[in-house]
Each structure stands twice: as C-alpha cells, then as structure tokens.
C-alpha cells in the first residue's frame, strides 16, 4: 500500500495541473475573483489534509468534488448572509461564526506545514512565494512590491512551488511510514 500512495500524483501535483479547470468549477457559482481564490485554497487544503489522514486514491476526483462542495457552501453562505441581513437574526450569525472559527483552526494546522516548506526557500523565492501562496496577491503585483520582471517573479513562484511539493511528499511519504510502523507494531504486539 505504501508504494501505491507514493506512485500516485501528489495533491499538489494534481492541484497545479488542474487548478484553471477548478476556477472555472468555482466560477459556476461564484462571481468574484478573489472568492475564487480562496475557495480554490481551502479545497486544496481540505484535500490535502483528507489525504494526510487516509491516502485518498483518486485525488483528482476528490478535489473536484471538495471544490464544488466549497463553491455550493459559498454560495448558500452569501445567501445566508443576505437572509441574516433582512431578518436581523443573531442566532444564524452565531452558528455561522462557530464553523468558521472551526474551518480556521484547520485551516492554520495546513497553513503550518506550507509556511514550513516556504521557510526553506532562498530569501527572495520566499518572499514571492510567501506573497502568493499566503497572501494571494498577484503576480504583477508582487513584481512592482519587490522591483522585480513578472517573468522573475513567475520563475520564483514555479520554484517555489516545486520546492513546497516536494517537501509536502516528503511529509506524507516519512507520515505514511511512522503509520505503517505503528501498525506493524501493533500487530506485533497482537
């Protein structure tokens, strides 16, 4: 089983070749660009995380269908917000704030392990990753901040990349090995 999970497409691997497919997923049901980006984020996140827990055998349908959940789920939020609006009701607001206080702690257990990976990139390839992965801005954006071309900017990004996936592999790959060892000692023991 080991060796299946690491033959596999990573999550990131499959996120990267997929990600305009998603955005046009996201786009179905949302309108807003940066919307997009964040329900683009928290599905790779979320898969990630599923697949750290229980290696997730076909990761492209599994991100596929965590985006449109996420798309739908924005989409009622919006809704709902509207809803709370005109009805004024705080007890809707308070059940909203208590899952994303939940969705947020999640969200910064990921977050750890990303800025991890970033933290051993070079200097400047850590701060264009760190403004695009972390903070979303854009890449033309980040080329006028740090003075520098946008073909700099989009190799520090591609590197970058590159560099958090295969330290994100190397995770799961020494994760699925600790796991396989507990198993196997429980077995033993057994």
């Known amino acids: ?37 964040d329900i683009l984020q928290e599905a790779f996140l979320q898969t990630y995380a599923a697949d750290r827990s229980t290696p997730i055998q076909l990761p492209k349908v599994y991100l596929f269908k965590t985006t449109k959940n996420l798309a739908v789920r924005e989409n009622s939020k919006i809704s709902t917000k509207l809803t709370e609006y005109i009805e004024d009701s705080a007890d809707s607001v308070l059940i909203s704030d208590d899952k994303d206080a939940f969705e947020l702690l999640s969200e910064q257990q990921e977050q750890k392990l990303l800025l991890e990976a970033i933290a051993l990139l070079p200097e400047q390839c850590q701060r264009v990753t760190k403004l695009r992965l972390i903070n979303g801005v854009r890449i033309k954006d980040i080329a006028v901040m740090l003075n520098i071309s946008v073909s700099t900017t989009e190799k520090h990004i591609a590197k970058g990349l590159e560099r958090c996936d295969e330290y994100v592999r190397q995770a799961l790959t020494t994760a699925i090995q600790q796991a396989d060892n507990v198993d196997n000692k429980q077995k033993q023991s057994n």
């Open 1 to 37: 089983m080991q060796d299946e999970s690491l033959d596999k497409k990573s999550i990131f691997s499959v996120f990267t070749e997929y990600k305009s497919s998603l955005a046009r997923v996201v786009k179905r049901y949302l309108r807003k660009e940066s919307d997009v980006d």
